[in-house]
């Protein structure tokens, strides 16, 4: 770190992050503004959540490369994911700096994040079925490694914050209820506006020219959202974990470090969970279009009720998770909201395989489709919180074992597991569809009877059993509320009384002061 000794430029940076105040305990709240500024930097997850709707379809249906290509190139992506996420994440719990550990990568990662989602849906004219391939695979590796330098230290940030368990639910319950409102109102305005439909299409997904308009849109929104985040946030500095210099990155001791992880059944619990339910959720996000047009032949602007119907639920998560935590813990709260999702979101799937399902022209389709998916997405972000909630919770059982907090590594999973959404769930969904034979530049209203099955099973009976499996692995988790404030009076009796972690935010801001 380097030292300022300059007390002009020292009260210059205590003036812009808010001055150094009398450090609050490890308990403080946080204010809405805080929560809602750090949640602000969910925008760029859902245009990428958002865009990741249309890749498969826009690769496979539009230029024409195969399904199992598209699949392909999003496991390569994914492999790299694997990598990459937890080795930025020891990076950036070792980085110092006056702008702290986790703003310097955020504020890095701006550009290329918005650089290559711009040329992802923007690929060289005429280029073959291996030449799109290799462009899908560039740009996409090129958006995940962008978005491993923002997510991971983002979520870190969010789990250095506060110590209190109730708020730290809280945080990421903004976090998480702000990025889902986002992401599908960013679906919403694909779907009404972008992709609308024409005399020419019936859906305008398949209208390569307004690929140019995602293309340009998403990359300044994505400038935008990640830049608010990191400057709105800044404030909060001095407050954050004021750690103990840790060894040097070297890949034994990183190794050394996922190792002891891996050894925490609660931690293991907690990421096979997150990966599952988000792989699972990637699959729909492309099989889940893919239905919706084939299957239900609908228009583009019909589909947009799949976005509207999730608002009511997903405003809805935060008091119903704060009336759920007064009488549940967090083991028994994931495991209920995860069970009634994956019913809720694969009935009607389910119903159509079953005969038991309104014709696609009864004026009642809409209503059958989009009720259970309400009903879904009113508990699905309770089971994200949870989870999320938790990884903050093993970060300090962690530190009571190790003395390191190593919330870069123990959120890396949240990070690959956003990725994974369209990442593992578009992999999946790209073998899938080959599976099922679906055809390529397929016209609605043409396809056998046993592709439209196929489409219905990987919407319907597949994402129950991914479900299932993730409610296997949320059994496992082992740290109560108890656990957890016997974990935190431990840690409070070996962490500097409140005056010493003044002195050492002021070191950690401004550098000490000649005297």
């Known amino acids: ?95 110092r700096s006056r702008w702290g550990r986790r703003h310097p990568f955020m504020f890095a990662s701006a550009l290329p994040i918005a650089i290559s989602f711009y040329f992802l849906y923007q690929p060289l004219n005429g280029l ?20 491993t330098f923002y997510l991971i230290p983002h979520d870190a940030l969010g789990a250095e914050l506060t110590d209190d368990y109730d708020e730290r639910s809280s945080i990421f319950g903004y976090n998480s209820v702000v990025q889902m409102i986002l992401t599908t109102g960013t679906a919403a305005i694909l779907t009404m506006v ?70 925490n059944i609660s931690y293991v619990s907690a990421c096979m969970s997150l990966l599952t339910i988000y792989a699972g959720l990637g699959i729909l996000s492309v099989v889940g279009m893919y239905a919706y047009i084939y299957v239900y032949e609908l228009s583009t602007e019909a589909i947009t009720w799949a976005s509207v ?31 009634i999702t994956c019913i809720m979101i694969s009935l009607p799937h389910n119903l159509k395989m079953l005969g038991l399902f309104p014709a696609n022209d009864s004026p009642f389709i809409l209503f059958a489709l989009f009720v259970p998916l309400l009903l879904g997405y009113m508990i699905f972000p309770v089971s994200a919180i949870i989870i999320d909630s938790q990884l903050v919770d093993i970060a300090d059982q962690h530190e009571l074992s190790t003395g390191q907090r190593s919330e870069g590594v123990i959120f890396s999973v949240r990070s690959f597991a956003i990725k994974a959404t369209t990442g593992v769930g578009g992999f999946l969904g790209g073998f899938g569809l080959e599976f099922i034979n679906f055809p390529q530049s397929a016209e609605v209203g043409t396809l056998a009877q046993d592709t439209l099955s196929g ?23 082992q740290l109560d509320r108890s656990t957890h404030s016997q974990i935190l009076r431990q840690l409070e009796s070996k962490r500097p009384m409140a005056k010493n972690a003044h002195d050492e935010a002021r070191l950690h801001v401004d550098g000490p002061a000649h005297r």
């Open 455 to 477: 489409l219905l099973f990987l919407n319907g009976p597949l994402y129950l059993i991914i479900y299932l499996i993730a409610v296997g692995f949320m059994s496992l988790y």
């Open 1 to 95: 770190m380097e030292i300022v000794h300059c007390r002009s430029l020292r009260s210059l940076m205590s003036a812009l992050l808010g001055g150094p105040k009398a450090i609050e305990t490890r308990h403080r709240k946080l204010s809405v503004k805080t929560k809602l500024l750090f949640a602000s930097g969910g925008l760029q997850e859902a245009v990428v959540s958002a865009g990741g709707i249309v890749t498969v379809l826009f690769y496979n249906q539009v230029l024409g490369i195969s399904a199992a290509l598209a699949g392909t190139a999003f496991l390569i992506a994914s492999i790299v994911d694997a990598v990459s996420d937890p080795l930025i994440g020891a990076i950036s719990d070792r980085f």
């Open 128 to 147: 073959s079925e291996t030449g799109y391939f290799i462009w899908l695979v560039v740009f996409l590796v090129l958006l995940r490694l962008s978005q």
């Open 309 to 339: 119907v999730k608002m009511p639920g997903i405003l809805a998560a935060l008091p119903l998770l704060a009336l759920l935590s007064k009488y549940l813990d967090k083991k028994t709260i994931l495991i209920l909201a995860t069970l």
């Open 194 to 263: 972008i992709f609308s439909s024409a005399p020419d299409y019936q859906n305008g997904f398949l209208r390569e020219p307004r690929y140019l308009i995602l293309a340009i849109t998403g990359s300044v929104t994505i400038l935008f959202s990640i830049l608010l985040c990191a400057f709105g946030t800044l404030n909060q500095l001095p407050y954050l974990h004021k750690v103990k210099s840790m060894e040097k990155f070297t890949f034994s001791n990183f190794l050394g470090e996922l190792g002891q992880l891996l050894k």
